[in-house]
Structure formats: structure tokens, C-alpha cells
């Protein structure tokens, strides 16, 4: 292996940075050429990219997003867009290529592993939806921002006895409602993975209130069927069966723009370590993850088989501490 690229593709999470720096300082280490592609797979297929030396990733450990850009890429679900990429590639003679991203993103680099070329994804979302991988780069600045929305809103609402309801991030999954409600006290998670009705929601919100809660928050994934619109219509329309008056926030991307904590400056550091080391020795056509403590490759033809499931006993654990 001479040369590599590296780019961020899919929503940017905090730690993205680190991943990149890590992947140049090694590659160079192992003197390699190391290329930046800049907006994901976009600018693979029309061959944006330059080379990265040790001071362009100077700096950029504690800055969230990604310096190279991101973006979602529809043509490169086709044929032609990947043929267009490999051209590109060919081109500069990189022969090797490492996706920092989610599960659309490493959809794409297994379809580019598939056609042949060496890749090596690392597991970057913060969904943390990404099978192959209990924990992805960003998840865990992303909770404490949820976290903190929970902490300042049960201030509000336990000055004026009210309910709040904050909806946060999660289009599949809810890791990030459930581990905030958990580690923010919440009286009520709502995520795609668990379908709750309304009612259930209000009555469990009556009964706090019975039983002398001055607040009663309620954290809904964006993904859950009934997500913070359908609730809000919901409770409006009930607001006497409810007994707390009720405020909603939604967080919305403010959850992805964070300054990256240490866990995933360490994580994302690992991780691209991980991959240029995955590559020198030959393995690729798989996601570097952490498992049990340990960084893990999995072949990413079956982290795209594989659906992240939630583990369901922090549901139980979550009712059973609302009293
Ligand atoms: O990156 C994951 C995610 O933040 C999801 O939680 C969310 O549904 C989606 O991206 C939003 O994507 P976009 O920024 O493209 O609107």
C-alpha cells in the first residue's frame, strides 16, 4: 500500500476530527501518502481531494463536524456513481480507503469493497445505530448535550409544574432518548423500537403528578412513531386528562455540532489507528468498532446484513426507577 484517502460521509458527529487525524498521523507513520476527500462520496466521484500532511490535522482534536465536509451522496447508490469513484481513485494511485461514518455510509463502502477495492469503514454516527460496534464516534458527546437540555428543562418544570417534552435525534433508533432519560431521571422515554400509545404516555404523566411530582419530562426520539408533533397534537387535545401543563423543545441538530468530549476523542483516535493498521496489514472490507472494550473489525457485509439492536432491559430498568 502506497497511497490512501479518507473521507467523512453522512451526518458529521463530534470526534469525526480525531478519526481524521488519527488515519493521517498513522498512514504517514507507515509512510504512506494520505488524500482528504472533502463532502463525503460526492466529492470521491468528482475527485475532490488533496493530500493531507501532519500540520493540516494540527489543531483539530477538539473541533466538532469534520474539516473535510460531509454530505449525503444519492448518485453514489448507483452503478455509474461508484464506477465514478473508482476511476477517481485509480487515477491519483490510492490504493486504499477509509469511511468514517453510519450505516448509509458504510453501505457504500461495502458496495465499493464488493466491487474490489480495499476499504476499511470506521463506525461514526451519533445514532449509535451501526452494527459492528457498541459505541460510534460522537454518540457519547451527543447524549450529554440531550443530557443537559434534560437537566436545564427539569429546572423550568420543577418551578412551574409543568411536563416538558424534548425531542431528540434518533431517525431509527433510540439510544439517545433512552440513555439520556435514563441518565437525566425522565419520567418517560418514547423511541422507535418500543410503540407506546398516547394514553399510556398521559397516564403515566397523571400518575407522577399523583403521586407529588413537581415535573414530569418526557424524551421523545425523532423516529418514534409518536414523535414530539404527534404528541404535542395528542396532548393539546387532552389536556385534562394529563394535569400538568405542557412545554415542548426540540433539539434538533444542536445535538451534532458539540465540541467532542474525551470518549470520543479517544474512541475516534483508537478507531482510526485501528484502520490504517487494518490496512497495512492487508485486512479491509471491514468496520473498525469497539466491542467489550476491545477495538474489533467486523466484515461490512455483515454490519450492512445486521440491524444495532437496543438493549430492551434498560427499558424495564427506566420504568421500574420512575417512581
Ligand atoms: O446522523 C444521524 C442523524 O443526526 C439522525 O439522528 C437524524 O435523523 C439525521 O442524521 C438528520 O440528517 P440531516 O442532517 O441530513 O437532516
Request: proline share 2%; with cysteine.
Given at each position: 500500500m502506497k497511497n490512501i484517502a479518507v473521507l467523512t460521509s453522512g451526518?458529521?458527529?463530534?470526534?469525526?476530527?480525531?478519526?481524521?487525524?488519527?488515519?493521517?498521523?498513522t498512514g504517514i507513520a507507515k509512510g504512506w501518502d494520505v488524500y482528504g476527500v472533502q463532502h463525503g462520496y460526492a466529492g470521491l466521484m468528482s475527485g475532490d481531494m488533496r493530500q493531507l500532511g501532519q500540520r493540516d490535522v494540527g489543531g483539530i482534536i477538539q473541533q466538532g463536524g469534520t474539516i473535510l465536509g460531509s454530505a449525503r451522496a444519492p448518485e453514489f447508490k448507483t452503478e455509474e456513481g461508484r464506477r465514478k469513484?473508482?476511476?477517481?481513485?485509480?487515477?491519483?494511485?490510492?490504493?486504499?480507503?477509509?469511511?468514517?461514518?453510519?450505516?448509509?455510509?458504510?453501505?457504500?463502502?461495502?458496495?465499493?469493497?464488493?466491487?474490489?477495492?480495499?476499504?476499511?469503514?470506521?463506525?461514526?454516527?451519533?445514532?449509535?445505530?451501526?452494527?459492528?460496534?457498541?459505541?460510534?464516534?460522537?454518540?457519547?458527546?451527543a447524549l450529554n448535550i440531550a443530557l443537559e437540555a434534560i437537566d436545564r428543562l427539569k429546572i423550568t418544570a420543577?418551578?412551574?409544574?409543568?411536563?416538558?417534552?424534548?425531542?431528540?435525534?434518533?431517525?431509527?433508533?433510540?439510544y439517545i432518548a433512552l440513555m439520556s432519560g435514563i441518565a437525566g431521571g425522565a419520567e418517560f422515554?418514547?423511541?422507535p423500537e418500543v410503540e407506546v400509545k398516547p394514553e399510556t404516555i398521559a397516564n403515566e404523566i397523571?400518575?407522577?403528578?399523583?403521586?407529588?411530582k413537581k415535573h414530569a419530562i418526557i424524551v421523545v426520539a425523532e423516529g418514534a412513531k409518536y414523535n414530539a408533533e404527534a404528541l404535542i397534537q395528542y396532548f393539546k387535545q387532552h389536556s385534562e386528562v394529563v394535569g400538568f401543563e405542557l412545554r415542548a423543545t426540540i433539539l434538533g441538530h444542536i445535538q451534532r455540532g458539540g465540541m467532542p468530549g474525551a470518549f470520543d476523542r479517544i474512541l475516534a483516535t483508537r478507531l482510526g489507528a485501528a484502520a490504517t493498521a487494518a490496512l497495512a496489514r492487508g485486512?479491509?472490507?471491514?468496520?473498525?468498532?469497539?466491542?467489550?472494550?476491545?477495538?474489533?473489525?467486523?466484515?461490512?457485509?455483515?454490519?450492512?446484513?445486521?440491524?444495532?439492536?437496543?438493549?430492551?432491559?434498560?427499558?424495564?430498568?427506566?420504568?421500574?426507577?420512575?417512581?
Amino acid at each position: 500500500m502506497k497511497n490512501i484517502a479518507v473521507l467523512t460521509s453522512g451526518g458529521d458527529a463530534p470526534g469525526m476530527n480525531a478519526a481524521i487525524r488519527a488515519v493521517v498521523r498513522t498512514g504517514i507513520a507507515k509512510g504512506w501518502d494520505v488524500y482528504g476527500v472533502q463532502h463525503g462520496y460526492a466529492g470521491l466521484m468528482s475527485g475532490d481531494m488533496r493530500q493531507l500532511g501532519q500540520r493540516d490535522v494540527g489543531g483539530i482534536i477538539q473541533q466538532g463536524g469534520t474539516i473535510l465536509g460531509s454530505a449525503r451522496a444519492p448518485e453514489f447508490k448507483t452503478e455509474e456513481g461508484r464506477r465514478k469513484a473508482l476511476r477517481q481513485l485509480q487515477s491519483r494511485g490510492i490504493d486504499g480507503l477509509v469511511v468514517i461514518g453510519g450505516n448509509g455510509s458504510q453501505t457504500g463502502s461495502n458496495a465499493l469493497s464488493q466491487m474490489g477495492f480495499p476499504v476499511v469503514g470506521i463506525a461514526s454516527t451519533i445514532d449509535n445505530d451501526l452494527y459492528g460496534s457498541e459505541m460510534t464516534i460522537g454518540v457519547d458527546t451527543a447524549l450529554n448535550i440531550a443530557l443537559e437540555a434534560i437537566d436545564r428543562l427539569k429546572i423550568t418544570a420543577s418551578s412551574h409544574q409543568r411536563a416538558f417534552l424534548l425531542e431528540v435525534m434518533g431517525r431509527d433508533c433510540g439510544y439517545i432518548a433512552l440513555m439520556s432519560g435514563i441518565a437525566g431521571g425522565a419520567e418517560f422515554m418514547v423511541i422507535p423500537e418500543v410503540e407506546v400509545k398516547p394514553e399510556t404516555i398521559a397516564n403515566e404523566i397523571r400518575e407522577a403528578y399523583r403521586r407529588g411530582k413537581k415535573h414530569a419530562i418526557i424524551v421523545v426520539a425523532e423516529g418514534a412513531k409518536y414523535n414530539a408533533e404527534a404528541l404535542i397534537q395528542y396532548f393539546k387535545q387532552h389536556s385534562e386528562v394529563v394535569g400538568f401543563e405542557l412545554r415542548a423543545t426540540i433539539l434538533g441538530h444542536i445535538q451534532r455540532g458539540g465540541m467532542p468530549g474525551a470518549f470520543d476523542r479517544i474512541l475516534a483516535t483508537r478507531l482510526g489507528a485501528a484502520a490504517t493498521a487494518a490496512l497495512a496489514r492487508g485486512e479491509h472490507g471491514v468496520l473498525v468498532g469497539l466491542n467489550k472494550g476491545q477495538i474489533t473489525t467486523t466484515p461490512l457485509s455483515e454490519v450492512v446484513k445486521h440491524k444495532k439492536q437496543i438493549d430492551l432491559s434498560l427499558v424495564e430498568l427506566a420504568r421500574e426507577l420512575d417512581r
